[in-house]
T-cell receptor, first 113, second 115 residues
Framework: KQEVTQIPAALSVPEGENLVLNCSFT??????LQWFRQDPGKGLTSLLL?????REQTSGRLNASLDKSSGRSTLYIAASQPGDSATYLC????????????FGTGTSLTVIP | EAGVAQSPRYKIIEKRQSVAFWCNPI?????LYWYQQILGQGPKLLIQ????????DSQLPKDRFSAERLKGVDSTLKIQPAKLEDSAVYLC?????????????FGQGTRLTVV
């Protein structure tokens, strides 16, 4: 069974800092990994999708890396802003499950103005 | 392109009552998922459909939860009777079913409070 862990559970940083969120998974037989953002009481917004054959993906101030062999992914946020405050979730798409996604418990980020 | 639509956005019911949630996936997406997200936790898969067939419902509490996807498009998730521990956000998602490694797209969710 796929276990997905996210560290830290919560993070508070001053505006302008660069930060790294971590995601680890136990089964490396994945199709891809997605990073999502979730605002309080809202649904999930997809931020970045990394296919298993890729090492990283970038979108604006966000950069996600994937090391499938070690079961790790990181989400790097540059020059953080108060609007980045949200919960960030990673999900892995496990092979052999017909595109089934396994989620971590998320990292709650607060960016202090 | 329209996203995944869910309704209602919020629902408050008393325990032992019944409730139903509706989801309309992105057009052309064969795979539809229902997830339950309890406060402070990551989403947990309840049921996965491929067209109108069930791929996985191993974590669906079948004594009280049911789901259907008639005609392989819209889906409804029902809880009857509800318990206090069913309070959660219910998320619907869809993906291209015949593509390995397809991206998942989520709706805004339905926040259920059972009192």
């Amino acid at each position: 069974k796929q276990e997905v862990t996210q560290i830290p559970a919560a993070l508070s940083v001053p505006e302008g800092e660069n930060l790294v969120l971590n995601c680890s998974f136990t089964d490396s037989a994945i199709y891809n990994l997605q990073w999502f953002r979730q605002d309080p009481g809202k649904g999930l917004t997809s931020l970045l999708l990394i296919q298993s054959s890729q090492r990283e993906q970038t979108s604006g101030r966000l950069n996600a890396s994937l090391d499938k062999s070690s079961g790790r992914s990181t989400l790097y946020i540059a020059a953080s802003q108060p609007g980045d405050s949200a919960t960030y979730l990673c999900a892995v798409n496990l092979k052999g499950t017909g595109n089934q996604f396994y989620f971590g418990t998320g990292t709650s980020l607060t960016v202090i103005p | 392109e329209a996203g995944v639509a869910q309704s209602p956005r919020y629902k408050i019911i008393e325990k032992r009552q019944s409730v139903a949630f509706w989801c309309n996936p992105i057009s052309g997406h064969a795979t539809l998922y229902w997830y339950q997200q309890i406060l402070g936790q990551g989403p947990k898969l309840l049921i996965q459909f491929q067209n109108n067939g069930v791929v996985d419902d191993s974590q669906l509490p079948k004594d009280r939860f049911s789901a259907e996807r008639l005609k392989g498009v819209d889906s409804t998730l029902k809880i009857q009777p509800a318990k206090l521990e069913d309070s959660a956000v219910y998320l619907c998602a869809s993906s291209l079913g015949d593509v390995r490694g397809a991206e998942a797209f989520f709706g805004q969710g339905t926040r259920l409070t059972v009192v």
